[in-house]
């Protein structure tokens, strides 16, 4: 029978939380890394055992974990995240120019085809790869020297590639996003790179249609096809049909067109998931209600999920990294929240139920469906 | 032996309890030291100074004989009594988080 593993990143510690295929009793296992802020888990799709976690510490810096045996024990692996040759400058918040400077790393993405190379998005944005499970990172610096590097301005939450996502039936092709520089894709497995932003307008630019520049907050896509695009930007909820060349705004009737995560289902390419929050400075829920929205039809038109989620009094977040789905069927969604909750939904959002509490605030949520 | 004093997440990442006991060739620095506890304990390479530049991470003190050696060159001698094992260097984290 297929068993359910989520991969919980909080700001103290990680957490594996395990369930049959029922998804209705979970086990536990944790804290892993007590005190440690973990921006990301995620498994090898190659083997599912091989888990890797980004570390991270104010007072210590950053670590990558590598676990061998599905989140029992774990290893620290190297650490040394050096940009290659010079790194140059960005800009700071202010416009003027700020060295590149390691800070962490937000987000691993497992290849899709070998279990011993990873990629890490770090902050200040860049990727990296290591081919040897961890022992050894090398950045693919065509992304940061392709032209537009200093012209890149952090986000809020700082400067960080916080989204990596391979075409599975094409692996020179891979899709990353940066906030706030945008999008890019890599035709020849991150060796060149071109910015994909056509479409989006951010009207807190000079030119809102600008090469870069954009606050792109999460990149989704369903594996059966690989050119369709979902992303949710710092406003707008927006798709592509050409692997991003092209971009259209779908928010249509969201309550805001603000928020982190967008996620599609498992089996239905046009069935897209976000949690919209309040506005830019009010990161939370509008009217206090925790309500994700699924849209059937490829966006712009939307439904609210509430049912299990609270409706009154509801002031978390729901960060970017922060929510993913089961390949079962019917397909489960999870999320969490700043709040410390992670909710499930075992039938594609229609119910849900926190499968834990009290946890710190969550950061990222990855979910792996065992045979 | 050189007694090295490591703050507890340390201490749980490289697997070890209590002070560390290590040779140290003269003459005795803090850049010898953190040498010599990266060799016998690599995952703490990164996690109190920085790879390339070997800086002092910011929010990472040095401490020996009731005075904070932070400040001083990671060439400095070390006072003789952390040479001769009588005072532990200790690696302390400042007091951050509220």
Request: some cysteine.
């Amino acid at each position: 029978m297929s068993q359910v593993r989520v991969l919980v990143g909080t700001r103290k510690a990680a957490f594996v939380l395990t369930s049959d295929a029922k998804r209705e009793h979970w086990e536990v296992s944790g804290p892993h890394f007590a005190g440690w802020e973990i921006f990301h888990v995620k498994g090898s799709p190659v083997d599912p055992n091989r888990l890797y976690a980004s570390q991270s510490s104010g007072w210590f810096g950053q670590l990558i974990q590598r676990s061998d045996d599905g989140g029992q024990t774990w290893s620290p692996m190297d650490n040394q995240f050096t940009y290659d040759g010079v790194p140059g400058t960005h800009q700071w918040y202010d416009g003027t120019p700020h060295p590149w400077e390691f800070k962490r790393v937000w987000h691993l993405e497992p290849s899709l085809t070998d279990r011993d190379t990873v990629y890490a998005g770090v902050e200040d944005a860049a990727l990296f790869r290591s081919t040897d499970g961890g022992g050894s990172w090398h950045e693919l610096s065509g992304l940061r020297g392709h032209g537009t590097g200093p012209k890149w301005q952090p986000g809020a939450g700082g400067m960080c590639l916080h989204t990596i996502v391979i075409d599975p039936t094409n692996p020179q092709r891979m899709y990353i996003a940066i906030s706030a520089a945008g999008a890019f894709r890599t035709e020849d497995a991150g060796e060149t790179w071109k910015p994909i932003n056509r479409g989006l307008v951010s009207p807190m630019l000079p030119n809102p249609t600008a090469d870069v520049g954009h606050c792109v907050h999460r990149i989704a896509m369903n594996a059966a096809r690989p050119n369709l695009l979902f992303m949710q930007k710092h406003l707008d909820v927006m798709r592509s049909d050409d692997a991003g060349d092209n971009w259209h705004e779908v928010s249509g009737n969201l309550p805001s067109d603000f928020g982190f995560p967008i996620e599609v289902h498992a089996h239905e390419p046009e069935t897209v998931y976000v949690v919209p929050i309040k506005s830019q400075t009010e990161h939370f829920p509008p009217e206090g209600k925790l309500r994700v929205y699924r849209s059937r039809t490829g966006g712009t038109e939307w439904e609210a999920l509430t049912h299990g989620l609270p409706q009154r009094d509801c002031y978390v977040n729901v960060l970017r990294d922060a929510m993913s789905s089961d390949t079962l069927d019917p397909c489960g969604i999870y999320f969490g929240t700043t709040g410390g909750q992670v909710y499930a939904s075992a039938n594609s959002g229609d119910d849900w139920t926190a499968i834990v509490h009290d946890l710190p605030a969550v950061l990222s949520v990855e979910v792996q469906t065992l045979a | 032996m050189i007694r090295v004093y490591l703050p507890s997440p340390l201490r749980t990442l490289a697997k070890i309890s209590g002070e560390v006991e290590l040779d140290v060739v003269a003459p005795v620095t803090q850049r010898r030291i953190l040498n010599a506890v990266e060799a016998a304990y690599p995952m703490l390479r990164g996690t109190m100074r920085d790879h390339v530049t070997q800086v002092r991470r910011p929010f990472i003190r040095f401490f020996a004989c009731s005075e904070d050696l932070s400040h001083e060159s990671p060439d400095a001698e070390l006072p003789e009594a952390v040479v001769n094992g009588t005072e532990p260097f200790l690696v302390v984290t400042a007091i951050a988080g509220g």
